[in-house]
């Protein structure tokens, strides 16, 4: 009997491939509204629509990939700032478990 395939993810912090389930899930929720800036939220079910990117639950890995400008690329979109601070405080409630 096979082992079963584990599905493996990179985090776009560290570069490192770990478990997708080791990892959370960012998630470009695009809006119906045109022109309107798309929000980038957390997914920890990893099975929400849109365009995603993974990090590892460490807030080290979220301010490496905010400075080398990851997530908005990763995205395909501009991310506000505004939004960079809130997925850092959701961030942070996640390493805390």
């Not at 599905?7 to 045109?34: D, Q, W």
Request: aromatic content about 4%; charged content about 35%.
């Amino acid at each position: 009997m096979k082992a079963k395939k584990v599905p493996m993810r990179r985090c776009i912090g560290c570069m490192e491939s770990r478990p997708k389930k080791e990892l959370i899930r960012v998630v470009l929720a695009r809006t119906s509204e045109e022109g309107e800036t798309p929000e980038v939220i957390l997914d920890p079910t990893g099975k929400a629509p849109g365009r995603g990117a993974y990090l590892c639950p460490k807030t080290e890995c979220f301010e490496k990939a905010v400075k080398r400008k990851a997530i908005p690329r990763s995205l395909n979109a501009e991310v506000s700032p505004e939004n960079l601070d809130r997925l850092s405080e959701e961030l942070k409630q996640y390493e805390q478990q």
